[in-house]
């Protein structure tokens, strides 16, 4: 019999993280059959109660974001 890895993950902390726009956490999971990124980062509630994690899911085979080319600014576009 085959583990059914379907609607489980793991998430760890991030001890790569270098600035604030860095996760806290990472991990990753399986959602109907896809796998997934987990991104998460801790909050603090606004009425003081307390803090959470803001998640992000990402597919594994999502395509990179391409590099934008050095000096290219799309501030040129006259419209």
């Given at each position: 019999?085959s ?7 793991i ?6 993280r ?14 109907d059959?896809?796998?997934y990124?987990?991104s ?5 509630r ?5 803090s959470?994690?803001s998640l ?6 999502a395509p990179?974001k ?13 419209f």
């Open positions: 019999m583990y059914d890895n379907n609607l489980t993950g998430i760890s902390r991030n001890d790569k270098e600035t604030d726009q860095h996760p806290d956490i990472r991990g990753n999971c399986e959602i059959g896809v796998q990124w987990i998460g980062w801790r909050r603090e606004k009425d003081g109660g307390g959470f994690y992000k899911f990402k597919p594994k085979d990179a391409p590099a934008r080319e050095p000096g290219s600014d799309d501030d040129d576009i006259p």
